[in-house]
């Protein structure tokens, strides 16, 4: 099956990628995309977007917050194919992070996005990520 990692294909002034240090209840996650938190408080929602082409079947990713979070981060997490909302949960500091699989099959454009629920600073990332043909 041919795979593609999101974090190879995405870079952004806010996000950083392909961090080895990223830990979630002390779990290690690796070619990570995250958020600069020292950004994200100007306005409290982010999001990172991706081209599909319509070449791509499953997404599969974990989302969370990771343990630099502050205590009392929180936040919701929602992705969408072409607009539509395909899935979204709502975290906070010490949860465990969500493994999620989602079918992108013939979806153009992916976006990951991520609201902050408190005022707490969160260190958010989209871990693992990988897009499978």
Known sequence: MTHLQLSDIYF???WWINANNVFSLGK????????????????????VKYKLNGDYRTLKMTLGLD??????????????????????????KGEKPRNVTIDVTGGNALKVEYEAGSEAISFLFIGDTVLYK
Do not use: M, P, Q
Not at 30 to 42: C, H, P, Q, S, T
């Open 12 to 14: 952004s002034k806010h």
């Open 28 to 47: 290690k996650f690796v070619k990570n995309i995250g958020w600069d938190a020292k950004e994200f408080w100007d306005n409290r929602t982010t999001y």
């Open 67 to 92: 343990d630099e979070s502050r205590v009392g981060a929180s936040g919701e997490f929602r992705v969408y194919l072409d607009g539509e909302e395909k899935y979204k949960f709502w975290i906070e």
